[in-house]
């Protein structure tokens, strides 16, 4: 499949370095930082977001010594639209696989931001994935779901398109209030594309914002997961989110009592995009101790379970 064919990439955007098959076909675009032999760190970010997210974060961990990995999710920045408009966590855990494949099968931290962190926390809970460590950005189980509308009525802005870049850092501004604005526009190139009709439009498939989200089955199976978590796990949480409350997180504290937690008391939702100096300090402190640079990992190699297709899939939140 090829990418969004009626959305052109505007000048400017950063061309992906790596593009891997993901599952059924779709292909995944992905960036990496760092020697190619050090423990390998995949980033997945949240809906809406691309892998351009984790651009701070992947340099810091190539810095010092890890392989870090960011990949558009399926429908999402550079990677394909899902030709059946399959955006459910089983698909993403399927690209995932596919993605962990092309990289020679080794095993991985997960580092997943909202609906990367629902995809990483299935991956683990449910054994699918052998990862090494287990990190979760203002994600967990049970979330608000005022934040969560939040998150969807951002997304549901201008489906005609906006008609400036102007209208699109507006938008962005009133979502994100807290943000100091960017002095220019050219970041904004990442985040939209320009259309057939002369407007610019979200980069991402309209399709996956679509699809019907059911907090409760959500919650069922991610509670599932978190009790069945067995690898060094550290939750993330933004001061600020509307999404992840401090009951929510020590609700998945009381699920996963190894569980490490940090507080980043003046980041939103969209943590390491906030505070990435404090997000990068506290993920690499705890890789430090669970998967050393040169050095085996604390948890050791576990069995892998296939996903089970009959089990009902669920959708995340963005």
Partial sequence: ?????????????????????????????????????????????????????????????????????AFDARGHGDSDWAPDG?????????????????????????VGASMGG????????????????????????????????????????????????EEVAQAIGTYQPHRRPPPTLDGLAKNVRLGADGRYHWHWDPRYRAAPLNLEQRAKRLE???????????????GLSDVLSEAGAQDFLALCPSAEYVNVQDAGHMVAGDRNDVFASAVTDFLARVVPVGAA??????????????????????
Avoid: N
């Fill in 1 to 69: 499949m090829t990418l969004q064919p009626f959305l052109t990439r505007l000048p400017g955007t950063p061309e992906p370095m790596h593009h891997w098959p993901g599952h059924g076909g779709v292909r995944i675009a992905g960036d990496a930082w760092g020697p190619a032999d050090g423990p390998l760190v995949l980033l997945q970010h949240g809906g809406g977001q691309t892998r351009h997210a984790w651009k701070r974060t992947g340099e810091l961990l190539g810095a010092a010594g890890y392989h870090a990995v």
């Fill in 224 to 238: 599932a997961c978190a009790r069945a978590l067995r690898l060094p796990t550290l939750l993330v949480r933004g």
């Fill in 118 to 165: 629902g995809t990483s926390l299935v991956a683990a809970g449910e054994s699918h994935v052998d990862a090494t460590a287990l990190v979760l950005v203002d994600i967990a189980p049970r979330i608000e779901p005022a934040g969560v509308d939040h998150i969807r009525a951002f997304m549901g802005l201008k489906p005609e398109g906006f008609g400036s870049l």
């Fill in 86 to 110: 399959a955006y459910g966590q089983d698909a993403m855990v399927r690209d995932l696989q596919c993605v962990m494949a092309a990289l020679g099968q080794r095993r991985p931290v997960l």
């Fill in 297 to 318: 990992p604390v948890h050791p190699p576990q069995a892998v379970r296939p996903l089970d297709d009959t089990a009902g899939d669920t959708v995340d939140v963005p």
